[in-house]
């Protein structure tokens, strides 16, 4: 698997904990001891069952590598690879998704493995009408989905290669820095500038989710249960939405929150580009007068977010296709406590400035002792 990043740890972790494998490799550009891994999942790279094999799998040579056994071949891959940055050159997407993505499934099926899964994206129409489920028809909204669609149709044109295509929805969890994370950020700033959170559009914006570890376990029953070429939305039963993440990160910090509405937020679409770099700037400057604070020289958290992920898109997906084949969904919704274990976690590993949450009752109050409503919802304009 590609696999030091955000899901790839947490699926080594969910192998090697559960014991479903006999050997793992992982390959990867970066090595474990550089991707700001936690404790627990470096625990589970340095299992000797686990190998780390270091490769840049944009090369095909390379790709060919990842797969070299001495003894038996491997029997499932999944391919957790991708350029995964928003608002990148269509090179950059080309080379970093589809090729990449082209030589692991070409050679995957020149190994002959049993099952091939690929992860691709939730961002594939925007619909606040209805879910979206697997057969409707594709739109993407973000180039990055865009060229995962074009994963998906080159899929089916490999011959020999049995494949599995698993869309999930925004993901989080421990480790997730892209998902909901750069909103946890976001958050504690406000609190730290005593400032109401405001945001674009309003609180029905969907934006569903699913937590790492029904990825994970999602990835294992498809290798085990699904036939070839099936294609399966991955998204909790909580039908997340802005109002709903903006409503636990406002109890997490104490803080209240706002929406624009329609109408201004229509008015800032006209100079999206200038509105979205005030914003950014807006959170940037505490978010490094903080880290400068506590002297955190070097952290992947950002509260940065790209221009795609800010316009009037809906992700909203129906994800019971794959329970029909007995999956279940550990984590049904998206829940307060599972937002403080991510933050938590990097509180701890000292990648978070503690100086955002002085003079808060944070660290006083368990996260089960949050009560749902806590804080007024204000009415959109």
């Given amino acids: 698997m590609y696999g030091t990043g955000f899901i790839g740890r947490n699926f080594v ?17 970066v090595p474990p001891q550089m991707a700001w891994m936690n404790p627990v999942h470096s625990a589970a790279f340095a299992s000797p069952i686990v190998e780390f094999k270091h490769s840049n799998l944009i090369s095909s040579t390379s790709a060919e590598n990842a797969f070299s056994t001495d003894g038996e071949p491997f029997d499932y891959v999944v391919n957790f690879a991708a350029e995964t940055k928003y608002g990148q050159s269509e090179p950059v997407y080309h080379e970093g998704i589809v090729r990449l993505s082209e030589n692991c499934a070409r050679t995957a099926a020149r190994c002959n493995v049993q099952m091939y899964v690929e992860l691709s994206s939730g961002q594939m129409l925007s ?9 409707s028809k594709c739109n993407p909204w973000t180039n990055l989905a865009r060229h995962k669609l074009a994963v998906e149709e080159l899929l089916k044109d490999i011959s020999g290669l049995n494949y599995a295509v698993i869309r999930p929805a925004i993901v989080y969890g421990p480790g997730d820095r892209q998902g909901i994370t750069p ?83 229509s008015m800032a679409k006209v100079n999206m580009s200038n509105v979205v770099e005030d914003i950014n700037d807006k959170h940037m400057a505490p978010w490094a007068d903080a880290c400068q604070r506590d002297n ?34 550990s984590y049904p919704e998206l829940q307060l406590q599972t937002l403080r274990q991510v933050l938590d976690d990097y509180i ?3 990648l978070f400035p503690r100086c955002l949450l002085e003079g808060d009752t944070y660290y006083d109050r368990p996260a089960d002792d949050y009560e749902e409503g806590g804080v007024d919802e204000f009415e959109d304009h």
């Fill in 13 to 29: 972790h969910y192998l090697v904990t559960k014991d479903l494998a006999s050997k793992i490799r992982v390959a990867d550009k």
């Fill in 127 to 135: 619909s606040d009408k209805k879910p979206t489920k697997e057969d």
């Fill in 183 to 265: 909103r946890l950020l976001i958050g504690a700033i406000y609190r730290y500038t005593k400032e109401k959170m405001k945001m674009l559009w309003t609180k029905d914006l969907h934006m569903n989710t699913v937590h790492v570890e029904d990825v994970c376990a999602a990835v294992w029953h498809v290798f085990t249960h699904a036939k070839p070429g099936q294609l399966f939305n991955l998204v909790d039963k909580g039908d997340t939405t802005q109002g709903k993440i903006s409503e636990l990160v406002s109890q997490l910090f104490s803080i209240q929150y706002d929406f624009m509405g329609s109408v201004l937020s």
């Fill in 296 to 329: 955190i020289v070097n952290t992947p958290l950002t509260p940065f977010i790209d221009q795609e992920l800010l316009y009037n898109k809906h992700l909203h997906m129906d994800g019971t296709k794959i329970e029909q084949t007995g999956f279940h969904y």
């Fill in 348 to 350: 701890q590993m000292g």
